[in-house]
């Protein structure tokens, strides 16, 4: 059961990217081009789509956290840092040129899939691999002091 | 490039349904909807038992053009113009990234700014920054 709510939420995600258009690349380039402003070719959408689900998240996150527990588990895995590290700083960098040269970020790349584009499956496969190379360096026992806590999505 | 049009209406929709399938998935399993770091877990190392649920979730990602499709008959438009070398090495930087960062554009931009989280703020200040500037260097630095 809990599985198949889990599968009807990504479902609701991948609506959600690609009702808003950002699971076209074209459309996340055209936003993040401000240079294409004076040309007019900017597209502010993407603004958008961050404050719906910012509003929605907002208000929702709050209702939920006051409840006792999650309905499939035995407590919430919010995170709790407040630190700001050089992670913190280098990975969102390194990240924002990969969206930048694509167009995909991890989301809309995996929702891409289900569009059935070669270019899609290759941007997955080289994310995959990235982000296995990344928790590999994280859990080297020469980088732990550096790593973050092993709990659960630690954003 | 491909010119592409304001659709404020849609994506303010589109954000909601984001929201919406954020705050079922805290209401559910407690967790945050970061997708990099959902997908990401699906490969060892194994810290939990939770790898059912987020293959659940990755396949309710992929399946949503298709079920656009079955109801609506066709697909939206999606442009994709990196070529293959840029799609490799982005799919890289992206990968690597946002799990070195601990969140994408979902996790940190919106579960972490609905938050209030200073991390979240700083990670999506500078994914936006990078982003923008890289776009800038490749259409106008040519």
């Not at chain 2, 049009?5 to 994506?11: D, E, G, K, Q, Y």
Request: proline share 6%; charged share 10%; glycine share 12%.
């Amino acid at each position: 059961m809990a599985i198949l709510v889990q599968f009807a939420i990504g479902l609701v995600f991948g609506l959600g990217l690609i009702v808003s258009g950002m699971a076209n690349p074209a459309k996340v380039l055209n936003f993040l081009d401000v240079g294409g402003i004076p040309a007019g070719t900017w597209d502010a959408s993407l603004a958008f789509v961050m404050a719906g689900a910012v509003a929605v998240t907002f208000v929702g996150f709050n209702r939920v956290l006051k409840r006792a527990r999650p309905f499939f588990a035995a407590r919430f895995y919010v995170p709790t840092r407040t630190d700001i590290d050089p992670r913190i700083v280098a990975g969102p960098a390194i990240f924002g040129i990969g969206w930048g040269m694509a167009g995909f970020c991890p989301g809309p790349a995996l929702t891409a899939l289900g569009f059935g584009s070669a270019s899609a499956f290759i941007f997955v496969a080289t994310m995959c691999a990235g982000m296995v190379l990344a928790r590999f360096i994280a859990h080297l026992p020469s980088l732990t002091r550096y790593a973050t806590p092993a709990d659960p999505l630690e954003t | 490039m491909s010119v592409t049009h304001f659709t404020p209406v849609a994506s303010l929709l589109g954000g909601a349904l984001i929201g919406l399938s954020a705050v079922l998935l805290m209401w559910a399993t407690g967790r945050i909807a970061g997708v990099s770091g959902i997908a990401a877990r699906l490969f060892p190392p194994y810290e939990d038992r939770e790898f059912a649920g987020r293959l659940a979730f990755v396949a309710g990602l992929i399946a949503a053009p298709l079920v656009v499709r079955l109801v609506t008959g066709s697909l939206p438009e999606q442009t994709i113009a990196a070529g293959v070398p840029a799609l490799i090495v982005a799919g890289l930087l992206t990968g690597f990234g946002s799990v070195w960062g601990s969140g994408c554009t979902s996790g940190h931009g919106v579960c972490g700014l609905s938050r209030l989280s200073v991390r979240s703020l700083v990670a999506t200040a500078t994914f936006m920054a990078a982003g923008m500037a890289t776009v800038f260097v490749i259409r106008h630095w040519s």
